[in-house]
């Protein structure tokens, strides 16, 4: 079981933590990513990190401006959001990937999903 935390309403040029407590089998053996969906469009990749922590993957869009990170001692992972664009608001949804392989981006890899926290940027 994922459960997704920390969104909220930020001006844009603002910083989020998210927060993704997991529990039961979702937990540090897996591939954790985070995903995102705005109104009317697909879901997107946004970023993921490997069981170990030692291995990233972002979204161009996100690139230098979005870190994740994992304390498996609290089975837990964050998303930390800054210098936020009115194009990044959209619900955003942690998940896990049980898989040892695979591209980490596509959300057909990921078998457990958090219910998702919205992020609203303003401008």
Known sequence: QLQASGGGLVQAGGSLRLSCAASGRTSRNYVMGWFRQAPGKEREFVAAISWSGGTTYYADSVKSRFTIARDNARNTVYLQMNSLKPEDTAVYYCAADPSSF???????EYDYWGQGTQVTVSS
Request: charged fraction near 30%.
């Open 102 to 108: 695979g591209s980490r981006r596509s959300p057909n």
